[in-house]
């Protein structure tokens, strides 16, 4: 059976055409199944469209369509389940037409094809004898029905494409967000990594050829690691130091030479090593190194336009343009005229490599992983890119155009509206006051206008510059980094956390391989594991806060109480040396650690007897309560942090830290939402940490609400079923309020 379904889905895949597929789909279905009828119905709004058959009439296809509502087929649909029938005429759904010859048959088996939920068709089988079809035979059509769930799926998305080229929309994954109108510049078409293998007819003369293109691949990335670094976005600027380190002889620059030396051109040997050291990362498991070939395509292709046209006219549109490439990659980024990019779409790549990091901290909207996307033809074309909900749309007709265009003014209307006043202090109307403290990661993220008006930096998340890093950076390049974040916010607190990788946080210079990264080698566990790294840590947090007294130090993924013990361990000691390198007395930040794995919430007196203050991190604690997957889409419906278990988890918390004197607050997401943010303050975490985009609107809200009343709607928040529940009983005591925060969301 498992030989069958397999060749029936290998097959099927292998077909360049939807209709084309679907052919083979009934074909081999009847044939595996030895009956007389096979039809695949394709659900297109509320009727299933005959799409192909192998027993009833051909000329059928396409034409005949019955509603849900109608016949066997229709009522699998509202069933969503498989029906088996002996004789389908007895049944008081039995419905045909003439133009199907569909009364021959008696015995009917249809299944609904399934994919993610929604229901994408039905695949049925019939034949003329009147008999129950068995078990087996039932099992065999559901499972193949799932199988070509995905197929089907894949070949409706790409058939959308190709027809509908008027209005379109693409969706992907949102890897920075926000809107934007533009017209679409495909790039990353004009110099193909796939060289022909050409031999050389003089080595010396090919070697030449090559290292000067390598001197003035060189000399392009030092002028934009320098514009980067005058903009002090240092981190971005060492992204290309490590591209240029990948140009040296002991690298990828050495096996260009190689490659010339064995008797190659220039171009060939290029195009050669690239290839090569591409496939090999492409089929790596760990996520970072599979994004780590766009590097090395992105320095392949340099290399071969320094060869293949040196000259070449550097890409200044006119006008803002939306960038659509296969693979976004930090390069084109960098070197792209800022003024000029609206946004960036493209078709792989994945929302944490170097070039969305970078959208993010330029606030570009952009989006990655939009399926087809090369093939729907864009140069030129207007786009609207709706980052937010990772959608794409083309070609838009006038009426999108103008709700969007009203969209981005109302958006930025509101803004402004909030940011009128930040500077005003952030208290209820009933008096509580709420302290909003900013997220961190990137140095430019801290240079920002709001952060300067925040109560301090209430998470710093140290593993960002080291994902930036070729290498872990020493201790005078982390002590330099860590100084500027003090600096940023003078005689207001920083929380430092320690290094937090692992999960989907993986450093290109430290792979870890692990079947189930987020329940693995994570935040402390790691530095516990490597205190030579965690005391450099540790060291240059303290130096750079000689001084100052700002910083709290804080644990992540913290499980078992002794990792608390052994760490403060190594801070005393990293405390000791300091004070006696500095030859002055230090005084001791406060160490905290995160709430993220549930088992903590059960211990909290005995983590008050240890530390002076907790964070929780909602975005970890929720996917550890719920079980789900924080990054995987296929789940992501039903990650929620306003699950009423979640809410319930959070309120103990907040009751023991009270209970215990430990000082508390969040630093998730959950905590930049409006209803998270409303609901924590109710349940008495009057500390919020957030991203900076988030602060003007929370202060707004926060100003406008009442205490009193946001207790009430917690107590009733708590007695739901759902999230969704929740978010009904806030919407509705927003609206009564008369408090709005969201910019029409139909578009
Ligand atoms: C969290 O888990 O909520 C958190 C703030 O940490 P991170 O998102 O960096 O895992
Ligand atoms: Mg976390």
Same mark, same amino acid.
């Not at 037409?97 to 009917?108: F, G, K, T």
């Not at 495909?186 to 030449?208: A, F, R």
């Not at 860590?482 to 290094?499: D, K, N, Q």
């Given at each position: 059976? /498992?030989?069958?379904?397999?060749?029936?889905?290998?097959?099927?895949?292998?077909?360049?055409?939807?209709?084309?597929?679907?052919?083979?789909?009934?074909?081999?279905?009847?044939?595996?199944?030895?009956?007389?009828?096979?039809?695949?119905?394709?659900?297109?709004?509320?009727?299933? *469209?005959?799409?192909?058959?192998?027993?009833?009439?051909?000329?059928?296809?396409?034409?005949?369509? *019955?509603?849900?509502?109608?016949?066997?087929?229709?009522?699998?649909? =509202?069933?969503?389940?498989?029906?088996?029938?002996?004789?389908?005429? %007895?049944?008081?759904?039995?419905?045909?037409?003439?133009?199907?010859?569909?009364?021959?048959?008696?015995?009917?088996?249809?299944?609904?094809?399934?994919?993610?939920?929604?229901?994408?068709?039905?695949?049925?089988?019939?034949?003329?004898?009147?008999? =129950?079809?068995?078990?087996?035979?039932?099992?065999?059509?559901?499972?193949?029905?799932?199988?070509?769930?995905? &197929?089907?799926?894949?070949?409706?998305?790409?058939?959308?494409?190709?027809?509908?080229?008027?209005?379109?929309?693409?969706?992907?994954?949102? +890897?920075?967000?926000?809107?934007?109108?533009?017209?679409?510049?495909?790039?990353? #078409?004009?110099?193909?990594?796939?060289?022909?293998?050409?031999?050389?007819?003089?080595?010396?003369?090919?070697?030449?050829?090559?290292?000067?293109?390598?001197?003035?691949?060189?000399?392009?990335?030092?002028?934009?690691?320098?514009?980067?670094?005058?903009?002090?976005?240092?981190?971005?600027?060492?992204?290309?130091? +490590?591209?240029?380190?990948?140009?040296?002889?002991?690298?990828?620059?050495?096996?260009?030479?190689?490659?010339?030396?064995?008797?190659?051109?220039?171009?060939?040997?290029?195009?050669?090593?690239?290839?090569?050291?591409?496939?090999?990362?492409?089929?790596?498991?760990?996520?970072?190194?599979? %994004?780590? &070939?766009?590097?090395?395509?992105?320095?392949? =292709?340099?290399?071969?336009?320094?060869?293949?046209?040196?000259?070449?006219?550097?890409?200044?549109?006119? $006008?803002?343009?939306?960038?659509?490439?296969?693979?976004?990659?930090?390069?084109?980024?960098? $070197?792209? !005229?800022?003024?000029?990019?609206?946004?960036?779409?493209? %078709?792989?790549?994945?929302?944490?490599?170097?070039?969305?990091?970078?959208?993010?901290?330029?606030?570009?909207?952009?989006?990655?992983?939009?399926?087809?996307?090369?093939?729907?033809?864009?140069?030129?074309?207007?786009?609207?890119?709706?980052?937010?909900?990772?959608?794409?749309?083309?070609?838009?007709?006038?009426?999108?155009?103008?709700?969007?265009?009203?969209?981005?003014?109302?958006?930025?209307?509101?803004?402004?509206?909030?940011?009128?006043?930040?500077?005003? !202090?952030?208290?209820?109307?009933?008096?509580? @006051?709420?302290?909003?403290?900013?997220?961190?990661?990137?140095?430019?993220?801290?240079?920002?206008?709001?952060?300067?008006?925040?109560?301090?930096?209430?998470?710093? @998340?140290?593993?960002?510059?080291?994902?930036?890093?070729?290498?872990?950076?020493?201790?005078?390049?982390?002590?330099?980094?860590?100084?500027?974040?003090?600096?940023?916010?003078?005689?207001? !607190?920083?929380?430092?956390?320690?290094?937090?990788?692992?999960?989907?946080? !993986?450093?290109?210079?430290?792979?870890?391989?692990?079947?189930?990264?987020?329940?693995?080698?994570?935040?402390?566990?790691?530095?516990?594991?490597?205190?030579?790294?965690?005391?450099?840590?540790?060291?240059?947090?303290?130096?750079?806060?000689?001084?100052?007294?700002?910083?709290?130090?804080?644990?992540?993924?913290?499980?078992?109480?002794?990792?608390?013990?052994?760490?403060?361990?190594?801070?005393?000691?990293?405390?000791? $040396?300091?004070?006696?390198?500095?030859?002055?007395? /230090?005084?001791?930040?406060?160490?905290?650690?995160?709430?993220?794995?549930?088992?903590?919430?059960?211990?909290?007196?005995?983590?008050?007897?240890?530390?002076?203050?907790?964070?929780?991190?909602?975005?970890?604690?929720?996917?550890?309560?719920?079980?789900?997957?924080?990054?995987?889409?296929?789940?992501?419906?039903?990650?929620?942090?306003?699950?009423? #278990?979640?809410? @319930?988890?959070?309120?103990?918390?907040?009751?023991?830290?009270?209970?215990?004197?430990? %000082?508390?607050?969040?630093?998730?997401?959950?905590?930049?939402?409006?209803?998270?943010?409303?609901?924590?303050?109710?349940?008495?975490?009057?500390?919020?940490?957030?991203?900076? #985009?988030?602060?003007?609107?929370?202060?707004?809200?926060?100003?406008?609400?009442?205490?009193? $009343?946001?207790?009430?709607?917690?107590?009733?928040?708590?007695?739901?079923?759902?999230?969704?529940?929740?978010?009904?009983?806030?919407?509705?005591?927003?609206?009564?309020?008369?408090?709005?925060?969201?910019?029409?969301?139909?578009?």
């Amino acid at each position: 059976m /498992l030989t069958l379904l397999k060749k029936i889905s290998q097959e099927m895949a292998a077909a360049q055409q939807y209709e084309q597929a679907l052919n083979i789909l009934v074909s081999s279905t009847k044939e595996a199944m030895n009956t007389q009828c096979c039809s695949v119905f394709i659900l297109e709004g509320s009727k299933l *469209v005959l799409s192909a058959t192998d027993g009833l009439k051909k000329a059928a296809v396409g034409k005949f369509k *019955v509603p849900i509502t109608k016949g066997v087929i229709g009522w699998t649909v =509202q069933k969503e389940e498989l029906i088996n029938l002996a004789d389908a005429r %007895e049944h008081p759904q039995f419905y045909t037409s003439r133009v199907l010859m569909e009364d021959e048959y008696r015995a009917i088996l249809s299944v609904p094809i399934i994919h993610r939920k929604q229901v994408l068709g039905v695949l049925a089988i019939q034949q003329s004898e009147a008999r =129950q079809y068995n078990e087996e035979e039932e099992a065999f059509l559901v499972t193949l029905s799932a199988q070509v769930a995905v &197929a089907i799926n894949g070949l409706k998305q790409k058939k959308k494409v190709q027809v509908a080229r008027r209005q379109v929309l693409l969706k992907g994954e949102s +890897a920075s967000q926000g809107v934007a109108i533009a017209n679409a510049l495909v790039i990353g #078409g004009q110099i193909t990594l796939e060289q022909p293998s050409t031999p050389c007819t003089d080595v010396d003369v090919e070697y030449q050829k090559l290292c000067s293109a390598i001197t003035r691949t060189r000399a392009s990335l030092d002028e934009i690691t320098q514009k980067f670094n005058s903009e002090q976005h240092e981190e971005l600027a060492s992204i290309f130091s +490590a591209l240029h380190l990948l140009l040296d002889e002991s690298s990828l620059g050495g096996e260009y030479e190689k490659e010339v030396m064995l008797g190659w051109s220039a171009e060939s040997a290029v195009s050669r090593v690239s290839l090569r050291y591409i496939e090999q990362f492409s089929v790596m498991d760990d996520a970072y190194l599979k %994004e780590r &070939a766009t590097d090395i395509r992105d320095l392949g =292709q340099r290399v071969l336009r320094q060869l293949i046209e040196p000259n070449r006219i550097k890409l200044e549109p006119d $006008e803002k343009v939306i960038l659509i490439t296969r693979e976004a990659d930090a390069t084109s980024l960098a $070197e792209f !005229p800022r003024q000029k990019l609206a946004g960036v779409v493209s %078709e792989f790549g994945g929302i944490n490599s170097h070039a969305c990091i970078m959208a993010r901290a330029l606030g570009i909207p952009a989006i990655v992983g939009v399926d087809k996307l090369l093939l729907a033809e864009l140069d030129g074309k207007q786009l609207i890119l709706n980052a937010n909900r990772g959608q794409l749309l083309i070609s838009p007709t006038r009426q999108m155009l103008k709700e969007y265009r009203e969209l981005i003014s109302a958006e930025q209307a509101l803004e402004r509206k909030y940011r009128r006043e930040l500077k005003k !202090p952030t208290i209820t109307v009933d008096g509580k @006051r709420a302290e909003l403290h900013v997220n961190a990661g990137l140095l430019s993220g801290i240079h920002n206008e709001t952060v300067k008006e925040t109560d301090g930096i209430g998470l710093y @998340r140290t593993e960002i510059a080291f994902m930036m890093q070729p290498r872990f950076p020493s201790e005078a390049e982390q002590h330099k980094i860590y100084s500027e974040v003090l600096e940023a916010v003078p005689g207001r !607190p920083v929380i430092m956390r320690t290094l937090d990788i692992g999960g989907d946080k !993986p450093l290109p210079y430290f792979p870890i391989n692990e079947d189930n990264p987020f329940l693995g080698w994570r935040g402390i566990r790691m530095s516990l594991d490597h205190p030579e790294l965690l005391q450099i840590q540790l060291r240059a947090m303290l130096r750079a806060d000689a001084g100052r007294q700002q910083l709290q130090i804080l644990l992540p993924m913290v499980s078992h109480l002794k990792e608390i013990d052994e760490t403060l361990e190594y801070f005393d000691k990293a405390h000791h $040396e300091i004070q006696e390198e500095l030859g002055s007395q /230090l005084q001791k930040p406060k160490i905290g650690i995160m709430i993220e794995v549930p088992s903590l919430i059960y211990q909290l007196d005995q983590v008050a007897q240890r530390v002076d203050f907790v964070s929780v991190g909602s975005n970890d604690l929720t996917q550890y309560l719920l079980a789900v997957d924080r990054n995987n889409p296929r789940v992501s419906s039903l990650y929620d942090s306003l699950h009423p #278990g979640v809410l @319930r988890a959070l309120q103990r918390i907040m009751l023991d830290c009270q209970q215990h004197q430990l %000082e508390v607050s969040v630093c998730g997401e959950l905590a930049g939402e409006p209803m998270g943010a409303m609901l924590l303050l109710a349940m008495g975490c009057n500390k919020l940490s957030m991203n900076h #985009g988030n602060i003007a609107k929370i202060n707004y809200l926060m100003r406008r609400v009442s205490f009193t $009343e946001l207790q009430c709607m917690l107590r009733r928040a708590l007695l739901l079923d759902s999230g969704q529940e929740v978010r009904d009983l806030l919407t509705k005591y927003l609206s009564a309020q008369g408090i709005t925060l969201e910019a029409d969301t139909d578009v």
